[in-house]
C-alpha cells in the first residue's frame, strides 16, 4: 500500500507550478493566455455588478494584445510586470485592510526579481495571485453571511421596491 503523506493541496499546486513552467518554457501561447484570461476572470468574480472595474481590468490587461505580444516574440519581463501589477492593484481595491500583507509581499518580491533568467521563475507569481483572489473570495462570502450586511440588504431591496411602486 502506497501512503501520500503530503497534503493533497501541496501536490495540486506542485503540479499546477509544473504545468504552468512548462507551458512558459514551451512558449505555449494559448495556455498563457488562458492563465491570464483566467485570473482576469476570478478577480472579476469578486464584483460581478461594478462593469466600470471590469472595463478597466480589460484596459490593464488586454487579452487580445497579449496573444499578439506572446505570438510575436516579444512578450517580456516589462508585460509580465505589468499584468501583474494590474492584478494586485485591482486586489488592493476589493482586499480586507487585515489581508494587505500578503499582497504586500507578492508585490515586493514582484519588485526584487528584476529580469527573469527564464519564464520558469515567473510561475509561481501565477499561483500566488490565484491565492490572494482566493482570500478575497473568502473574505466576501464571509460579508455576504454577515446579518449587518444581509439586514442592509433587504433594507435596500425594501426602498427599490417602494421606489418601483410610487414611480408606476
Known sequence: MIRITANPKEILEKLYLEHVTKALLTNDHK?????????????????????DFHENLDAEVDIKLIQQILENGAFSGVEFFAIM????????ELEHPHDENERLQVQKELENIGQPKNWGEIAPYFLKIHKLIDIADKRRLEALRDPQVIQLRNYLREKKLEKSRFSQ
Open 31 to 51: 495556455y498563457i493566455v488562458s492563465l491570464i484570461s483566467e485570473l482576469s476572470g476570478r478577480i472579476k468574480t469578486l464584483v460581478p455588478s461594478l462593469k
Open 85 to 92: 501589477n494590474a492584478f494586485l492593484k485591482r486586489i488592493e
